[in-house]
């Protein structure tokens, strides 16, 4: 097809597209791009496409570049009951083997990851109200995240036409719809209080990590977004998305992207009519096809000082050598020189359940203790992550990073009382922990006391105009303080246009 822009125009913006949003664009899918960069260039005001690409190009990333951007170069188009296989095999074979498992602890915990307008966390959340008859009793999260602020405020309204329950049962706009005007449908308030929308950026984010409350998940719907992400890119997403799962978690796909090489860290289960990814015990060995350049993010705490080892190509060797693979004379193995190193490599790969059995032990370091706490906490086991939290603090009560964790754990628990004390006291001991002053925010807002979340918001922003946006901030497994305060910003736009 015959571009309106030069091709060396397309190329660049592609590759401009690629590296800063790390959406894939291949010469393909030039047209699309065309298409959709110049709709972008009409809403940021400009009649002269060539001139917005290099406006664009040419200045530094702006939240509000990003967002309109985002809008136009990824489809949010979505449904209710979207692949209605999926919801079957959810609500038949996974849903009641999950509640049957945590009759005890009544707690479940599901991401759905490019949550778009809100249709897929609402099926979710309608899912599990059917499944659980005393729901009430039970600790659902459904977290449900996007990168485009725009996106989430539609999504938290709860407002649909008839057009979003094309393809839904009957039943599902009987009982938990309700008409608020003429074709415009509303969520009904109990299921809308289920589901947290956030901002957060696949692409550029941290997780599995407390601060987004991105760990120790059952289920991760993660549809129709690995797709637009480049083979670097989705390669360490999926990392990510395989990390943030509880041992035989899910991970739920569309069916476009079944075929993706990056899956093959987890195990591949049929439903009827439908394939869903599993983590697994056999899966829980480290894949050499992992990139070079993929991330790997130490817990919060003490490790990264006391165990330098920060990238793949410095662990690689060592993973070899656990595996025992069979080496070249030229690439000699490098040796583990202790227990903890070996947890570390062990828990950058999302075996958590290693971890805690390497690290089994009476005489723990405080780097050993911390990093068995948090992979008690991506386990979800938190009563062994509170007791060995608290034996922790006992050892070294002065240590901020210990309480922050504890409050962490604490929240994941509902202890809301118990995390607010353990947040003052991390910033009693560290008046400039800046990850402690946004959880307490959190905790407020949830709490409905506006007041005090506000002041904690002006106290995290404060501190972050002191450090330079390079800064990793401390506790935050590799969070930059430039990056964090784009989040914030993000978040608040979020919460301002509902």
Request: glycine share 4%; aromatic share 10%.
């Amino acid at each position: 097809m015959k571009h309106t822009l030069p091709e060396n125009t397309l190329l660049q913006i592609s590759e401009f597209v690629a590296e800063h949003l790390a959406l894939n664009f291949p010469k393909e899918r030039w047209s699309d791009l065309e298409r959709n960069i110049t709709a972008a260039a009409t809403e940021f005001g400009y009649t002269e496409v060539e001139n917005f690409i290099q406006r664009i190009m040419s200045s530094p990333m702006t939240h509000e570049h990003v967002e309109i951007l985002t809008t136009h170069l990824t489809i949010n188009e979505t449904y209710f009951w979207r692949e209605p296989e999926t919801f079957e095999a959810l609500e038949q074979s996974i849903l009641p083997e999950l509640i049957r498992s945590r009759q005890e602890k009544k707690s479940i915990r599901i991401w759905s990851a490019g949550c778009s307008t809100g249709e897929e966390p609402y099926s979710i959340a309608i899912a599990l109200h059917r499944a659980i008859p005393q729901i009430k009793d039970w600790n659902i999260t459904i977290l449900a995240t996007d990168i485009n602020p725009r996106i989430l405020h539609r999504a938290t309204a709860g407002l649909y036409s008839q057009w979003s329950f094309r393809n839904s049962p009957q039943w599902l706009k009987e009982k938990y719809v309700s008409l608020k005007e003429k074709d415009i449908f509303e969520i009904i308030p109990e299921i809308k209080r289920m589901v947290k929308f956030e901002y957060l950026n696949l692409a550029d984010d941290v997780f599995p990590s407390p601060l987004n409350d991105t760990n120790a998940m059952d289920i991760i719907f993660c549809r129709n977004v690995l797709m637009f992400f480049s083979e670097k890119r989705r390669s360490q997403v999926v990392r990510g998305l395989f990390n943030s799962l509880i041992q035989n978690g899910y991970l739920v796909v569309s069916a476009s992207e079944l075929s993706l090489q990056s899956l093959s860290e987890f195990t591949a289960m049929n439903f009827p009519g439908m394939i869903l990814f599993q983590k697994t015990s056999k899966n829980l060995k480290v894949q050499q096809q992992i990139p070079a350049e993929a991330p790997v993010h130490t817990p919060m705490g003490y490790p990264w000082q006391l165990s330098p080892i920060n990238t793949i190509e410095e662990i690689g060797p060592q993973l070899r050598e656990i595996e025992n693979e069979i080496l070249p004379e030229a690439e000699p193995p490098l040796q583990i020189h202790s227990m903890y190193d070996k947890a570390l490599v062990s828990y950058a790969q999302g075996n958590y359940a290693e971890v805690i059995e390497t690290l089994q032990k009476d005489d723990q370091t405080s780097a050993e203790r911390i990093l068995s706490i948090r992979a008690y906490a991506n386990q979800g086991m938190l009563v062994s992550a509170l007791q060995s939290c608290e034996k922790a603090i006992e050892a070294d009560k002065l240590n901020p990073g210990l309480h922050y964790l504890y409050a962490a754990i604490q929240q994941e628990n509902n202890q809301w009382d118990e995390a607010v004390t353990s947040l003052k006291r991390a910033i009693f001991l560290d008046p400039n922990f800046v990850l402690s002053y946004y959880s307490l925010g959190k905790i407020y807002q949830r709490l409905g006391n506006v007041k005090s979340a506000n002041k904690c918001t002006e106290n995290v922003l404060t501190i972050l105009n002191t450090c330079s946006p390079d800064e990793i901030l401390f506790e935050s497994e590799g969070l930059t303080a430039g990056r964090f305060k784009e989040i914030i910003i993000a978040a608040d736009q979020t919460r301002d246009l509902v």
